[in-house]
């Protein structure tokens, strides 16, 4: 296929995200989409990035011949943390890497999603909310689906997180694509089990900051696991606990459980929430890091987990509530 703008098929316009789905189940299907994707694009006067596993890194480094003109990145250095900073990063590629005037960075990304349910959650909402958060970056997303390895769930949110849908032979509109807010409004919220026992320790009706964060800190004392693990949790709780007392309404309570293998904690306030599913994944002031709107981008950053329920996201259910989770090495 040609995937040039004076001559491609389905060339998308200027301004936008991109952000296309190449489902495959052999080496041959890969190859015959990508190179095309990236020599297209060079001769274009595009720049080319790569972050994919190993594998299809060593796949893609022997096909293109090591051209130095495409920028192999390590997987883990975009994938490996949490998905604001993997959305950061490709922000800075973007800019980073910016061929000027009309031209795009081509993007061709393969995530590893992780062993668990739990940690699929996590990148299937990041699926969708780049759809809005690299808007206007001037990048054009392939994203790589073995669907030979990948669980099912995970090839079924893809179906639906993806405007586009490419092969070596076209790339034609996805008619699974759901609307991005109404797809991340939609997924559940997992149950945690720890919250169904008697917490650590709980505050109902917090009034003193301070004396708050040092209560917490003291019940994390002991725990066998880093510093900075247990500092960056509380750095989160406190972002957390404060925006509920600042922008929420009486009573802000909180919840917090250990177990050998994670940290929960629960902040909840009476206030009605807010109805932003992509709150968290950028500074709510953009660059302007002085207005504040860091907390939750914060929070999201810090924690594996990052849960909100009630409120504009569950009507019906009295109040809003912050779940984080932090899992212990």
């Not at 022997?62 to 192999?72: K, Y």
Request: glycine share 10%.
């Amino acid at each position: 296929m040609n995937w040039t703008a004076t001559g491609g098929v389905g060339y998308p316009a200027p301004g936008g995200f991109p952000h296309d789905a190449l489902f495959h189940d052999s080496t041959d299907a890969l190859i015959d989409t990508v190179l095309p994707f990236l020599h297209d694009g060079l001769a274009e006067g595009d720049a080319a990035v790569v972050a994919v596993q190993p594998r299809t890194a060593a796949l893609l480094r022997e096909a293109l011949g090591r051209d130095p003109r495409v920028l192999v990145v390590d997987e883990d250095a975009v994938y490996g943390h949490r998905t604001p900073a993997a959305i950061t990063t490709f922000r800075r590629l973007a800019k980073e890497n910016a061929p000027g005037g009309a031209h795009r960075v081509r993007v061709v990304g393969e995530i590893d999603f992780g062993r668990t349910a739990r940690d699929w959650l996590e990148w299937e909402r990041y699926e969708a909310v780049i759809n809005e958060a690299l808007r206007g970056f001037g990048l054009w997303g392939v994203c790589l689906f073995d669907t030979a390895r990948l669980p099912g769930p995970v090839l079924d949110a893809a179906h639906r997180t993806h405007r586009q849908l490419v092969t070596p032979s076209s790339r034609t509109p996805n008619p699974q694509f759901t609307d991005p807010a109404e797809y991340l409004r939609g997924l559940p919220v997992p149950d945690e089990p720890l919250e169904s026992t008697p917490p650590r320790f709980a505050a109902g009706d917090v009034a003193d900051f301070i004396g708050l964060r040092h209560a917490v800190a003291s019940e994390l004392a002991d725990l066998a696991a880093p510093d900075d693990l247990i500092e960056d949790f509380l750095l989160a709780v406190d972002e957390m606990t404060s925006n509920a007392l600042r922008h929420g309404l009486p009573p802000v309570g909180l919840r917090l459980w250990t177990a050998p293998d994670r940290i929960v904690c629960s902040i909840t306030d009476g206030g009605p929430g807010w109805d932003d599913p992509f709150a968290g994944y950028g500074p709510a002031h953009g660059d302007d890091l002085s207005r504040g709107g860091m907390g939750l981008w914060l929070a999201r950053q810090l924690c594996d987990h990052v849960d909100i329920r009630g409120g504009a996201h569950h009507p019906g259910e009295g109040g809003i509530s912050v779940r984080l989770t932090v899992r212990l090495p």
